[in-house]
């Protein structure tokens, strides 16, 4: 037990301190190419650990295109819109509003899967609770620069939630078997091949010597090396020792503590204090998710009582 609350606090931290560490890199780096790197150096550390497992690196041809369409949604688009993002706002607003993932994904899967996802008052509640937290998130920021980076990280967060339905369709029961690890380091692939041809595209390779003689360079590419290393690598390995140990759902309980945590880092390294509509909204938001995943009794089982012997129906 003690290891498994160590590795969830563990995770919550290094994500949460990504947001820091994101804006340490795009200070010096490009946007996109900071997110290529921190891909660049994750990938092959999860690939080894892969084959440490015994376990292959491909996954079956058949699942390959989905396998890699998910990569694109669930790392690829959202580390692009997360980086560019944060040259407009603060980590802690970032953090924040990756708490939205859990919103986004309930919402998303109730219109797209509506036999997996379904409103009840307590969910409904929770989805009017967690727009009112973005609503007072985007308020005093409207007409100004920061809107521009609350905007694309909202998008980040619903690329986020796209990745989540995809993931859940491939590993669903009945649909052929997928090796997790096998998964998660193709999945990295796609968004590596992804964040190379976009960084191609809009010129932002930056030159050798401005790579390793900038001022700046040492605290970025330490940046760079604790996303990689810490917050994708080593977190990724522990959230799937938590989900083998705790199952998705309670581990997906870590939402609850990387918004708050990404003030706490955004406070010590910054110096930045989060204003009272930017708290409000935090609240408010993790309040919804506790809301929106609660399940009610008529969720667990649902029985047509048509279908019964008079016997056994409610009277």
């Known amino acids: 037990m003690f290891q498994q609350w160590s590795a969830f606090l563990l995770v919550a931290t290094l994500w949460s301190g990504s947001f820091v560490a994101i804006e340490r890199a795009i200070q010096i780096f490009p946007p996109t190419f900071s997110a290529f790197l921190r891909i660049t150096v994750a990938l092959p ?3 080894a650990f892969c084959l440490w497992k015994g376990q292959k690196l491909s996954v079956p041809r058949a699942l390959r295109l989905r396998v890699w369409t998910t990569g694109l949604f669930a790392l690829g688009l959202p580390f692009s819109l997360l980086f560019f993002g944060e040259r407009y ?14 919103l986004w994904t309930y919402l998303l899967g109730y219109f797209f899967s509506r036999g997996n996802e379904s409103f009840t008052k307590i969910r409904t509640f929770g989805i009017g609770l967690g727009l009112l937290g973005i609503a007072l998130v985007y308020g005093p920021r409207m007409g100004g620069a920061e809107i521009t980076g609350v905007v694309a990280i909202t998008g980040m967060a619903v690329c986020y939630a796209i990745g989540l339905l995809l993931n859940r369709t491939l590993t669903r029961p009945g649909t052929q078997p997928l090796d997790r690890m096998s998964n998660l380091v193709q999945q990295h692939l796609a968004a590596w091949v992804y964040l190379a041809l976009l960084t191609l595209a809009l010129g932002q390779f930056p030159s050798v010597d401005s790579i ?19 917050s994708t690598a080593l ?21 609850y503590l990387v918004p708050a945590l990404s003030f706490v880092w955004d406070y010590v390294f910054n110096g930045r204090t989060p204003s009272q509509d930017s708290l409000i909204g935090c609240a408010l938001i993790l309040v919804a998710i506790v809301f929106i995943q609660k399940k009610s009794a008529p969720d667990v089982i649902r029985v047509n009582e048509n279908l019964l012997p008079k016997s056994q129906r409610l009277t």
Do not use: D
Request: glycine letters at 12%; hydrophobic letters at 55%; aromatic letters at 14%.
């Open 212 to 230: 390793l003689h900038h001022p700046g360079s040492k605290t970025a590419w330490f940046a760079i090396a604790y996303m990689g290393l810490g």
């Open 235 to 255: 977190a990724f390995m522990l959230f799937y020792f938590l989900i083998e140990n705790w199952g998705a759902v309670r581990s997906s309980t870590i939402a």
């Open 45 to 47: 550390i999860l690939a």
């Open 89 to 102: 706002t603060s980590p802690g607003v970032a953090g924040l509003l990756n708490g939205t993932v859990t």
